[in-house]
């Protein structure tokens, strides 16, 4: 079973964000949690759902950018779902809202700037031979 995803800190980050929203919008008013409460754990999982899906496309820069843009939006969409449950009064616990706003602000950046380095930086990983130069792969 692949691992490497996991060393990844903005995969780390990620996945206990979507622990703590998935625990946080239980406790929502019964009305919210079938409604922005489902769309806000969907969106918060998908975050780290596209980090590992991407990984194992890394060989191809575009496509692992897709899943990296895709997982940025998706922490995105997870922002406007805890605003919009804080701003109707559903997400009534201002420190639990803050907490999660500054962690998500906090991946945010991770992801922008791990999408930038892999826009400038892409490498083949260790196992993809250049075709034509090794006859054996």
Known sequence: MEKGYKTLKIYELSHNLAIMVHKMTLSLPKFELFEEGSQCRKSSKSVSSNIVEGYAFRKYKNEYLHYLYRSYGSSLETV????FLHETGS???NEVFTTLMNDYSELNKMLFGFIESVERHHKRPYFVKEKGLDSNY
Not at 80 to 83: K, Q, R, S
């Open 80 to 83: 406007e779902h805890l605003e």
């Open 91 to 93: 997400l009534s616990d």
